[in-house]
């Protein structure tokens, strides 16, 4: 295949993605609508386009393709034929650590520089150490799975055993390789969730107790339900979700990983629920809330190009909206948990201190839990008591 092939497919792609879907949702649709592309075609195309967009806004003035060149040089340990043509003299250093590898690009482009790939900097929780929030979006991030104690040597000798490179950063903690096929490796009698490193740890700040109620008022398809669940198997559980399709999937999960005692509701959290919720007072309140993001686009680096600044804002008042519809059924002296995975201040210490201000709430804790040091993703969480 030559290298105008390649490029040719690359540009075409470029034009056809608008980020309405999902960049790896659009890849799938686009493969099978363009059947005239082989899997060699579809895995440069990929690599080469996410790749691309890893990035971000750095060096904006020059040519897609030669930024195509620096991003594939970058981000990967093999060269490629972009690499070849277009860095020819860098082909035999793609194995070298990241850091040699800027210092390579910027002898040859000064103007490159990794702190303009992520566009936002001026917005960032104070505490996120902007150089290396950036370095990481040029390193793809791990798949993690957390494992129920019973079940953990097991899942670790089967993952060994089928060659698949395993970090065990704790008993009930692996790191994968992204993409990596657990559905085919692991059997259906070992119990695991997929769920980023950063929100198991969010789980730290939960502190449960036996026969506890608590509601988990934004739970999707249950990560951090489970979470609790497993922190406190003794546990009353309500779960809601303003999308009913999610909670379907919440079902099954929570059926396989053996969680029988919950109710469940579809509530939208934006309007005044206290014809359904009257009688309900809860010993915690989990707000997993409907964020930005911008903690999880290493995996989605195509959100670096495309994500608008007004939306952070946006996000902001809605997550205001919600705490402040869902804090009246807490009793008093219990822990709402506030949770996103952004990286935003507005989104994070922002909101915490507008529900301190405006209602009361008192803060135990927060932290940024900093994937970017770890491969994972970024996320905020606090911890405020209700007087
Ligand atoms: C970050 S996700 C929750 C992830 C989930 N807790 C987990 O651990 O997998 C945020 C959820 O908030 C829900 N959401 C968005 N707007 C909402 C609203 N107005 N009322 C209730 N839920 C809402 C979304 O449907 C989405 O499932």
Redesign the pocket.
Known sequence: MRIEHQIRAFEQLLKSYDAQLPLHRFLVAYFKKNKQMGSSDRRWASRYLYSFFRLGKALPKEQPVHRLAVADFLCNGQSSMVIDTYLPHFSQQVDLPLNAKITLIKDLYPSFDHKDIFPFPESLSQSIDQEAFCLSFLIQPDLFIRVPQAYSLAALNTLKEAGIVVRDLNETTFALPNGTKLEQVLPENINYQVQDLS?QKTGNIFEPKKYDYWW?????????SLLLYDLEPKIELLV????AS?LQNLEERFRLAGLKKYQKKV????VNNDQELHHYSFDGIIL????SGSGTWGRTPEMLSYFEAHRISYFSK?QKS?AANVIKYLKPGKPLIYIT?SVFKAENEEVVAWLQQEYGLRLEKMEVIKGYQEKADTMFAARLIKN
């Open positions: 929100s988990d008022c934004c739970a999707a398809s249950g990560g951090k809601s979700d303003v999308r999610s509530l939208d959290l934006l997993d809330a409907p964020c809605l919600i995975c």
